[in-house]
């Protein structure tokens, strides 16, 4: 049996801890929601995509939880609280410290999955230091009543595969 010594065991619990749930975004959803997400004939939607998904995140890094719930696709807004919400976010043993667009693919007229690299800082158990990474994070988002809203996966809101 291999050893795995504790700074590669900590990078791992790091990286599967991301994958297991972060979400967020950047901007203001006043300045988002008039003109991200507008339908025009013949318009690639990638760049409205990602400027509200990396909203999204920067709410999440600047601890404002409760503004990015309104990233949020409608249907999950309509089964989730935002208080519960964002006490779920805030409980979250993840610091997000920044992230970078890296990809956007839109296959479908409504659908859009955008791939963000994240810094995050954690605190092992056991260790003195927290400990940094970069993760990469997969995002589905849909057009929805003109606008685009991230769509969390069950595996997201469960931690579950």
């Not at 975004?25 to 008039?34: G, M, V």
């Not at 318009?43 to 999204?56: C, G």
């Not at 995140?57 to 719930?69: F, Q, S």
């Amino acid at each position: 049996m291999k050893r795995v010594s504790m700074p590669s065991l900590a990078v791992l619990i790091a990286a599967t801890l991301l994958a297991a749930g972060c979400a967020s975004n950047t901007a203001k959803p006043d300045k988002a929601d008039s003109t991200a997400g507008k339908s025009t004939a013949g318009a690639v939607p990638n760049k409205v995509v990602q400027e509200r998904a990396l909203q999204r995140w920067d709410l999440l890094i600047a601890n404002k939880t409760d503004k990015a719930y309104d990233y949020l696709s409608p249907g999950y807004r309509a089964t989730v609280t935002r208080d519960d919400y964002v006490k779920e976010m805030k409980d979250r043993p993840i610091k997000w410290n920044k992230v970078l667009p890296y990809r956007e693919t839109c296959d479908k007229p409504k659908t859009c999955v955008v791939d963000l690299q994240v810094d995050i800082a954690v605190k092992m158990p056991g260790i003195s230091q927290v400990v940094s990474s970069v993760g990469f994070v997969s995002e589905t988002w849909i057009l929805s009543g003109g606008k685009w809203y991230f769509l969390p996966h069950a595996s997201d809101l469960t931690g579950s595969k």
